[in-house]
């Protein structure tokens, strides 16, 4: 059994990546923007008021786990978000920007500040997603998302150069379309946040140190970059 921590962990897929974790017997640090009684009444490490746009509670975190001796098998940077169907015409570069912060930079600063937490041989797995995909892109729109998840994608196969040389890999990984806050509104046939974790979880599991850095849908289809 191993040490995960998942940022983001408060609700859709990052709580149910955590669930899903908690439920199999892994070690769980939930890290929440805001707070969530709900996993620490289940048993769960939660670590509240971790912004992903902010350096300084996030270096905390990493002295917290390292006081305690906790070394981070696998890391789930999960917090996104996406608030702005932007179309040219309309751009709203204030959204741009958070996008960007949260979406791209956001997994880099986890990565940056937790990487002296990471056991041997752990892994890494980014939550981008299909959208920031530039060999799928037929239908445009979504800039600020679209942009920032590309940016994502980039951020992780950076990563994946740096990790390799200490023994570690990087996944980039597209839960699917899934049934969540995010999405409420969109129509489109959505997956429960539990189905779209349980698939993850099976990337993650699969994803191996001598892999080349990959962009995986949680059903395993490999997507283009
Ligand atoms: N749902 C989909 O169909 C879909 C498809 C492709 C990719 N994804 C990706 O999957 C990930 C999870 O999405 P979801 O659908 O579960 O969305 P969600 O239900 O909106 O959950 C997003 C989580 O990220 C947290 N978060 C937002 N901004 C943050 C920040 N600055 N610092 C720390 N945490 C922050 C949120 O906290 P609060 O609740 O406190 O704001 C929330 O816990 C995202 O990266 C998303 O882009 C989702």
């Known amino acids: 059994m191993g040490v995960y921590l998942v940022t983001g962990a408060e ?18 640090i939930a890290v929440c923007l805001n707070d969530s009684d709900e996993l620490r009444q ?8 971790i912004d992903v746009t902010r ?14 001796g906790t070394k981070i098998d696998v ?4 917090a996104g978000i996406f608030r ?3 179309t040219l015409g309309e751009i709203d570069y204030e959204e741009m920007r958070a996008h960007f912060e949260i979406n791209a930079l956001g997994h880099l600063r986890v990565t940056e500040a937790l990487m002296e937490c990471l056991s041997e041989n752990a892994k890494v797995g980014l939550i981008t997603s299909r959208f ?11 800039y600020a998302y679209r942009v920032s998840k590309a940016a994502a994608n980039m951020v992780g196969i950076n990563l994946w150069h ?6 570690q890999t990087v996944v980039m990984l597209h839960p699917g379309m899934v049934a969540t806050d995010m999405s409420a509104g969109s129509t489109g046939d959505f997956i429960q946040p539990e189905e779209a974790a349980a698939g993850l979880v099976r ?13 995986r849908h949680a059903n395993d289809q490999l997507l283009p970059w």
């Open 132 to 142: 920031g995909s530039l060999g799928e892109n037929s239908s445009g729109r979504c």
């Open 55 to 68: 350096s300084a509670p996030l270096r905390a975190l990493a002295e917290r786990l390292g006081a305690a």
């Open 203 to 215: 990337q993650l599991d699969a994803a191996k140190l001598e892999d080349q850095p990959e962009f």
């Open 42 to 49: 289940m048993g769960l490490q939660v670590e509240p008021n």
């Open 11 to 28: 609700k859709g897929i990052g709580r149910a990546l955590a669930l899903n974790l908690h439920e199999r017997g892994e070690s769980v």
């Open 162 to 167: 740096d990790l390799k040389k200490r023994g």
């Open 75 to 78: 890391l789930i940077s999960n």
């Open 84 to 86: 702005v169907v932007d």
